[in-house]
């Protein structure tokens, strides 16, 4: 089936630096939403409901809990799921609660972490899964280089060396750096491995809105054993995701922008560090290269700030993305990233819930967005909700999902 008459409609619109891209919902999702209840007398927000309006539509919003069981494989939406043509997605690992960060080991074994269950599993290339490390806090972010295995958790970053030959008795976690904030409720960092040979890790804004204190809102790089750490860019609200373009090594990171501003924006961003230490990325001042916080943006000019080099739909929470390295796909998609948008929480009409494919030029700038893997949005409720993304050696794609604990393999057959 040609993606173009799936789940959304996509067109880009040219905006300066930064490319736009509106999504239309589909013709299942054009019905009117159901009314929201009538909410008395609302009690007082706290943590994400911060802000949130007293009216009942937005009253009824909230954050969306996925069910309380992994979905079995048998029972993954896998019909539901429409990509373009030629592709094919199969299930590549199930029964992983809260399935987020993915990351290959150099001898076939995938490292999957979360926030929720707090544990990290390993599936072998024999397709076995076993929990490696567990009870620990909100471990999110994962890296894997030169036989290591890097985690991220809340407040302290380890690292466990030699991991693929250990799986059935993985070794302490030694620690390498604590010299973290308490960035809670966005606490659930990434982590990578540049090819500087650097570790980089997420420190995002400890809010909705506020004025963040100093060291939040960055993503800070360090020596492999913690020391040197330095920010390399300011003006981040929260991001779950960023690597480095294959070309040019420059990072692209996704961020998620404020909530309760409105239904339609601001959108998510894709964003660009082309000069590390300089650039200031506008929160909480600027939103999406081009809208003044109501709040904190008096007396700010967005100009003043780095913008997105894409925005990428109203708070479609992007959230991991990679560069498309491999050789499987079509050549098009040679240097396209992928980004996975888990999917709004606070908009009533729901959208996202997918990967796009954010094709470059040359010169890295967003020449187009295109839908990639869709379908998991039915009568304006989630079935499947994409967090990261992995690619392979042999160059399918990996595609976690959060909502049935779940990982998915997309491979091209022509």
């Excluded at 809990?65 to 997605?89: H, M, N, R, W, Y």
């Excluded at 294959?246 to 961020?255: A, E, S, V």
Aim: proline share 10%; with cysteine; hydrophobic share 35%.
């Amino acid at each position: 089936m040609s993606i173009l008459t799936t789940a959304c409609r996509v067109l880009l619109v040219p905006l300066g630096a930064s490319a736009l891209l509106l999504i239309g919902p589909s013709v299942q999702a054009q019905q009117e939403p159901p009314a929201p209840p009538v909410i008395q007398n609302p009690a007082p927000a706290e943590g994400p409901l911060m802000g949130r309006p007293e009216t009942p539509g937005a009253q009824a919003l909230a954050p969306i809990a996925p069910p309380p069981l992994t979905t079995p494989a048998d029972k993954l939406p896998l019909s539901k799921i429409q990509v373009p043509e030629g592709f094919k997605v199969e299930v590549y690992a199930s029964g992983i609660k809260n399935a987020r960060s993915l990351r290959m080991g150099a001898k076939g074994t995938l490292f999957v972490s979360n926030w929720q269950a707090n544990k990290v599993w390993a599936v072998t290339k024999e397709g076995e899964t076993k929990v490696l490390y567990e009870n620990l806090d909100w471990p999110n972010g994962i890296a894997f280089h030169n036989g290591t295995l890097y985690i991220a958790e809340h407040k302290v970053i380890s690292k466990a060396e030699n991991i693929e030959d250990n799986l059935d008795s993985p070794p302490a976690l030694v620690p390498i750096y604590d010299d973290l904030g308490d960035p809670r409720p966005h606490g659930w960092r990434f982590l990578g491995v540049g090819p500087d040979e650097k570790l980089y890790v997420s420190n995002s804004s400890p809010c909705n809105i506020c004025m963040p204190e100093e060291g939040f809102g960055e993503i800070r790089k360090m020596n492999l054993d913690g020391s040197g750490a330095e920010a390399i860019l300011r003006g981040m609200r929260n991001t779950v995701g960023f690597d480095w373009n294959p070309q040019n090594k420059q990072l692209y990171f996704t961020d998620n922008n404020r909530d309760w501003l409105s239904e339609d924006l601001p959108h998510g961003e894709l964003n660009r560090v082309s000069r590390p230490g300089e650039q200031h990325f506008g929160f909480p001042y600027c939103h999406q290269g081009d809208l003044a916080d109501p709040e904190f943006g008096w007396g700010y000019n967005c100009a003043d700030f780095t913008p997105p080099v894409a925005k990428l739909g109203p708070h479609t929470a992007p959230l991991g993305m990679r560069f498309y390295t491999g050789s499987m796909f079509p050549e098009k998609y040679r240097n396209t990233i992928f980004v996975a948008r888990h999917g709004p929480w606070n908009r009533t009409l729901k959208i996202g819930a997918d990967v796009v494919a954010v094709q470059l030029d040359v010169n890295g700038n967003v020449r187009f967005i295109e839908p990639f893997f869709e379908g998991l949005i039915e009568d304006n409720k989630y079935i499947g909700r994409p967090v990261d993304v992995e690619v392979m050696p042999d160059g399918s794609l990996l595609i976690s999902d959060d909502w049935n604990g779940a990982v998915y393999r997309v491979s091209y057959g022509g």
